[in-house]
């Protein structure tokens, strides 16, 4: 067994659940941490906002008095303050001995697996690959129009652009593509839909890549992982509390209208339909045209503020240019 210390400072085979927010990254990691041989922590978003804010590479030395901020900050995770004095006393400590003890913090056994999921660390996978070289990645993909209507509902979005939303999904897509095409064996990509339609065999293979053995209560029990994993005001997230797992497809039909679809999809097109969704919104062309002003409409009041007015336009004219180049 290694010692305590020893596996603090390194993290054995960590598991990281990423993707594009709301793209069912949290059921993934409630499936995978009911695992007999796993745990897994609340998002921690170290290396998504952490690192970036304070300005740090993960070798830098950290404040531990920075970190605490940061992280409760955007985390929400709030540590006990025998934590954190517990680290004040350690000279020269890196930013990643930081995460490491964190992660620690939540293991009740040596010999479990950690599994960290942070949606937006899909754009850092080459800065944790580095620092965790036997860690592997799970990089969950769904129907970028579902997504951005599950992004639309909730509210820790400050942004209602439709294509701001697709753009931020295709951006999840090419990072998670360039370091699989580098990395094949470091990173599987999970489609969300056919975990919903085919959980078992879904899970079975998730589980042979991240070297984890099927068991039948990963499917069974996930809802109990949720009281660790998701907190309280999550809302959005009661499905996997409850330990269902619900078919989302076509959601967007209570949320946008079909000219709003129509636009995600359009920027989406390409690699959407690589991905198996061949279906394709109806819209009407007063639908499509409704949904063309009023995207422009918020690109200009999300833009103004820190633009000013005619970058804020020129912000809002922007809607043809990005779906002419989908």
């Known amino acids: ?10 993290l054995v085979r960590p598991i990281f659940v990423v993707g594009c927010p709301r793209s069912g990254t949290t059921l993934v990691q409630c499936i995978l941490s009911a695992s007999s041989r796993a745990f897994s922590l609340p998002e921690t978003h170290f290396f998504s906002w952490v690192l970036p804010a304070l300005g740090l590479r993960a070798d830098d030395v950290a404040r531990v008095a920075d ?180 078919d989302r497809k076509g959601v967007w039909r209570g949320r946008l209208t079909p000219g709003q679809a129509w636009l995600v999809a359009q920027a989406t097109r390409g690699p959407r339909r690589e991905y198996g969704y061949a279906d394709w919104p109806s819209a009407s062309a007063n639908s499509i045209a409704a949904a063309m002003v009023r995207e422009a409409g918020v690109r200009f009041r999300e833009a103004r503020p820190s633009t000013g007015v005619v970058g804020a336009a020129r912000h809002a004219g922007s809607v043809l240019k990005t779906l002419a180049a989908a």
């Open 1 to 10: 067994m290694i010692p305590r210390q020893a596996q603090a400072e390194r």
């Open 67 to 246: 970190v605490r901020r940061e992280l409760e900050s955007e985390a929400e995770l709030m540590l006990p303050t025998e934590f954190w004095a517990g680290l004040e006393g350690r000279v020269d400590l890196k930013a990643i001995n930081v995460f490491v003890a964190i992660v620690e913090h939540f293991r009740s056994a040596p010999e479990l697996r950690a599994i960290e999921k942070t949606p937006r660390h899909v754009l850092h996978l080459e800065t944790i690959g580095h620092a965790f070289p036997d860690a592997v990645f799970v990089n969950v993909v769904r129907d970028p129009i579902d997504v951005a209507s599950s992004l639309l509902g909730v509210p820790f979005e400050a942004s209602r652009s439709m294509l701001s939303y697709a753009q931020r999904w295709l951006e999840s897509i090419q990072v998670a593509r360039a370091y699989a095409k580098a990395n094949p064996d470091r990173i599987r990509t999970v489609v969300y839909e056919r975990l919903v339609h085919e959980p078992e065999a879904q899970v079975r293979e998730l589980c042979q890549f991240v070297d984890l053995e099927y068991e039948p209560r990963m499917l069974e029990e996930f809802g109990h992982e949720a009281a660790r994993n998701i907190q309280r005001d999550e809302a959005w997230k009661r499905d996997i509390s409850r330990g269902v797992i619900v």
